[in-house]
């Protein structure tokens, strides 16, 4: 739950990079996550997660992106034990491991410096259907609340002498029930009162509601994702025509 | 006995939940903490049981520092119950519910059997014995916390905010049952926005406000300080209240809201 509040909530800020337009946001995400996917070594992989961090910088977001890196290190030393138990190639799973890191960075990225609101805009601009726009936002909009939740719920259960961090693996999973049980019940009334709360307000009305705010591109935005495309143009190019092949 | 000695904890968001706290509470003493949202009352009690760890300073429960004990080992000396029933009600039946601490702390079954007959009998929850605690109304949830908390039998019994949601009957009920608390010598720490509630209770009241204690001293004394109250966005009783404008009448006839309230339950006796 921490990585995930870390790694991929929301909170507002003011950078210059927070303030872009959100698709501009997705797609400077989405190109660092295909480039990730290109790379053939991991001297390329490590300049992506340069840049990758040079971003963090400017969004302001340095200590939460390292603490999401930190946090996936975990799942990526699982990928790279399996990795190097079936090919023996110490490089390849260093590289998969190293790319899964990137990936979530790349994913991470987006969602810290996105708020649901601009998520909603970007989805709308992508013409997905408003129920799978508004179910997908609240979704996001509602982590930080589950998140409360499961804190609180922790507290209480402890507070009746429940030892999370005590017993063996199977004893922890056990331990687990009593926090994910009222988590869950928990989640299904909220969630039946919030569809009540919104058809009584009118949800659902016109197939068209009006929009608060109307986002439009600004010069800086349409300046910004030119340069992100050109510099991904010149980071595919090097990868497979300047840079020496070490395809592994 | 419960200490506070300076007690500072920051959240991580910078904000400042409780600003040098220093406190002493007694064993069987009732104590309320009063205060508006976000005063700290909540973040103080949690602390109690180790919950949270403060940032300087100490907090002892029975001597034993809550920084060098488990919340679990806390736990079976003080018993909270939250102010939300849905965030910890989660077994089969209303049974199993009141059994979960009892098996953590490894009590044996016969014991087990007949602490949960006890707190089924007490709370008036005997008919749900076998039915889901999910399915029970918001009362009767309340109800089935307090069970669950009173049925280990801690010393210290903390209650958060235990009148959300209870109807006026309700709130008769639980005011009975920390009497009944308080005169079997436990200590009662209740948190509560409900002065109302508090008041016929008479416990000492600790006044918070943005993390510090403004007040300590009797319901009685506390309940007339008006600008204590203010100061901490506390409504002051409606019973104070009144008989406060009584008394500015030429002939009063009490000298005190105590008074008067004895008075008016002599009469009504």
């Not at chain 2, 009944?180 to 436990?186: D, E, T």
Request: positive net charge; contains cysteine.
């Amino acid at each position: 739950m921490m990585w995930l509040s870390s790694g991929f909530v929301f909170r507002r800020g003011t950078s210059v990079y927070h303030r872009l337009d959100s698709r501009v946001k997705l797609l400077i995400s989405v190109l660092m996550f295909v480039t990730t996917l290109l790379v053939r070594s991991l001297y390329e992989l490590a300049a992506v997660l340069a840049f990758m961090i040079v971003v963090a910088a400017i969004a302001t977001v340095l200590r939460r992106v390292a603490r999401t890196m930190l946090f996936t290190a975990a799942f990526s030393l699982i990928i790279f034990v399996l990795n190097f138990a079936i090919t023996r190639n110490l490089e390849t799973s260093l590289l998969y491991a190293t790319r899964f890191v990137a990936i979530v960075v790349s994913t991470s990225l987006f969602f810290i410096t996105t708020s649901p609101d601009e998520l909603e805009q970007v989805m709308k601009t992508f013409r997905f259907p408003r129920d799978v726009v508004f179910a997908f936002v609240t979704a996001v909009r509602f982590i930080p609340v589950m998140f409360l939740d499961t804190i609180q719920i922790m507290d209480a259960q402890k507070s009746r002498g429940l030892e999370l961090e005590k017993g063996n693996v199977f004893r922890r999973v056990r331990n687990m029930i009593p926090i994910l049980i009222p988590l869950v019940v928990n989640s299904v009334v909220r969630s039946g009162e919030l569809a009540e709360a919104m058809e009584s307000r009118a949800y659902g009305a016109v197939p068209r509601p009006t929009s608060l705010v109307e986002y439009r591109a600004r010069a800086t935005d349409k300046v910004v994702a030119v340069a992100a495309v050109i510099v991904f143009a010149i980071a595919a190019y090097s990868f497979y025509f300047v840079l020496p092949a070490r395809i592994l | 006995m419960i200490e506070f000695q300076d007690v500072t904890y920051v959240h991580q968001n910078g904000v400042r939940a409780l600003d040098g706290v220093s406190l002493k509470i007694e064993p069987g003493e009732t104590v309320a903490i009063v205060g508006e949202n976000g005063a700290g009352k909540t973040t103080l009690v949690k602390h109690v049981t180790g919950l949270l760890k403060p940032a300087t300073g100490n907090v002892l429960v029975d001597g034993q520092n809550t920084r060098e004990t488990s919340t679990a080992q806390l736990s079976r000396k003080v018993g909270v119950a939250f102010q939300n029933p849905d965030h910890q009600l989660f077994s089969e039946s209303v049974e199993e519910e009141i059994s979960f601490a009892l098996r953590n702390f490894g009590f044996p079954p016969p014991l087990v059997d007949k602490r949960v007959k006890w707190g089924l009998e007490l709370f008036g929850l005997e008919e749900y014995r076998k039915s889901s605690p999910l399915v029970l109304s918001g009362g009767e949830k309340k109800r089935l916390t307090l069970a669950c908390i009173l049925a280990w039998d801690p010393e210290v019994v903390i209650l958060d905010e235990p009148t959300v949601g209870q109807d006026s009957i309700q709130k008769e009920k639980l005011a009975g049952t920390i009497g009944m608390l308080a005169s079997s010598g436990k200590t009662v720490v209740v948190v509560s926005h409900d002065i109302e509630f508090l008041w016929p209770i008479q416990p000492r009241v600790v006044v918070m406000k943005a993390g510090r204690v403004l007040g300590d001293g009797p319901a009685s004394e506390l309940m007339q300080d008006r600008g204590l109250l203010d100061s901490a966005r506390v409504a002051q009783p409606q019973l104070v209240e009144f008989f406060e404008r009584l008394a500015k009448r030429p002939r009063a006839p009490f000298a005190d809201p105590l008074e008067a309230r004895r008075w008016a339950e002599g009469e009504a006796e």
